[in-house]
């Protein structure tokens, strides 16, 4: 069922101030920047070992990363885990109980279809189920 965790995501308020830490400081590689009209996200895409790290910069104050931030602050925000049959996934969870912030995937960031689990099922974590047909 799953296959990796494909990625971490971590809510920032600003990509410029928040980048430096990771490619400088720590020397992890930048793969890119993608904006995700969908999500109201601009997203960074650092390489760390097997894993990525995604950190999420709001588009707009109705964004769900900039409501994320005003509650919560900056920081962790979800772990993706990267599933093949991701529709299949999600009818699973929905069968044992857990309830789903989507009833279908939706398109997320390097081209994936995503969906969420609703941390009031999972022990208070955001947990997205990740599915990147041909991609890496």
């Known amino acids: 069922m799953i296959k990796k965790v494909d990625h971490i995501g971590i809510a920032v308020r600003s990509l410029d101030k928040a980048l430096p830490f990771y490619t400088e400081t720590l020397q992890l590689p930048f793969l890119g920047i993608e ?18 790290l995604e950190l999420l910069e709001p ?21 993706a885990l990267g599933v093949d049959s991701i529709q299949e996934r999600i009818n699973e969870m929905k069968e044992k ?23 009031k099922s999972t022990g208070g974590i955001l947990y997205e189920f990740c599915e990147k047909k041909g991609l890496k």
Request: charged share 25%; net charge neutral.
């Open 35 to 52: 904006e995700v009209e969908s999500q109201g996200v601009k997203v960074a895409f650092i390489k760390a070992g097997e894993t990525k």
């Open 59 to 79: 588009t707009s104050p109705e964004s769900p990363i900039a409501q994320f931030i005003e509650k919560r602050g900056e920081g962790l925000h979800h772990v």
């Open 97 to 119: 109980g857990i309830r789903m912030l989507q009833d279908t995937p939706k398109p997320g960031a390097g081209g994936a279809q995503v969906a969420f689990m609703h941390p």
